[in-house]
């Protein structure tokens, strides 16, 4: 059972629901690191997007372990709605991307990440993002706070050491913006002129949200489709850590959409709202 406290979300025995999902996203980073490490096969899935047993071993991992721990609050997770089980939900709900980046999971560039968020009436409250490659774990306990650390190798969670996160107030000569390793669009070099942007990195997977949560980037534009399980673990983080999403149009990004088939609309992550 999840409830709410002045401090957070907790979950069994009082436990921060962060450190839970930190558990958990750790363990499942480490089956994907199994298979990482071998010579995967990579399958197709009917949108032609690509899966690996990777992909499916860690949202085995995450399921099992969600149900442990919240037995009452529904998960859509990615694999298993593209075989079409995606569960009624409600108020409060889990989303997860068991891996998400998969083509830089394939590419073997390590930038590809673990996630896994706490949705409330539309909003991530809670969420994880977990780099097994770079080490790289980030965590929204709530709302309004955001940490991150470097593990070690074999390192758990609860050994390392945790930082807060904050976004950073706009540079005067101009913003930084991240984009798509794998999704850059001349669209997006044009906003990205049109918005006075001059120097650009680039990032696969949620790691975006992470750059920009951690203010070394300014914005994030995403001007293609993506998926809720996508998004909604960086955006916690980056939500937590003082940022915010916005559509084009320049309403907040919600989760539960369940009439577009979960995905989302064009939108820009900000560091601080513009």
């Known amino acids: 059972m999840i409830e709410k406290t002045s401090s957070g979300f907790v ?101 590809f990440t673990v996630n896994i968020a706490l949705v409330e009436k539309g909003e991530p409250v809670a969420g994880v993002v977990y780099a097994p490659v770079l080490g790289m774990m980030a965590l929204a306990d709530s709302p309004d706070a955001a940490r991150e650390a470097s593990l070690e190798p074999g390192q758990r969670p609860a050994d390392a050491r945790w930082t807060p996160l904050s976004t950073r107030a706009r540079p005067a000569d101009g913003p930084v913006a991240v984009a798509s390793r794998s999704h850059r669009s001349p669209e997006t070099d044009a906003f990205l002129a049109e918005h006075g942007v001059t120097d650009t990195r680039s990032a696969g997977s949620s790691l975006k949200f992470i750059l920009v949560a951690r203010g070394e980037a300014d914005l994030y534009p995403r001007l293609g489709r993506t998926m809720e399980w996508d998004t909604a673990a960086g955006h916690a983080v980056l939500r937590a850590a003082g940022g915010v999403v916005l559509t084009r149009d320049g309403d907040p990004l919600r989760y539960a959409k369940r009439e577009r088939g979960y995905d989302n609309p064009e939108f820009i992550a900000w560091g601080r709202k513009p």
Do not use: H, W
């Open 11 to 111: 979950s069994r025995e009082n436990r921060p629901l962060g450190d839970d999902l930190a558990d958990i996203a750790f363990d499942a980073g480490r089956a994907i690191m199994a298979i990482y490490e071998t010579d995967f096969a990579v399958e197709r899935k009917d949108d032609a997007s690509p899966v690996t047993e990777a992909d499916e071993k860690a949202e085995a991992i995450i399921l099992d372990r969600l149900k442990t721990i919240a037995p009452d609050i529904p998960v859509i997770a990615e694999e298993s709605a593209a075989a079409g089980n995606i569960p009624e939900v409600a108020d409060c709900f889990f989303l997860v991307d068991p891996l998400d980046g998969t083509k830089e999971f394939i590419r073997r560039n390590g930038e």
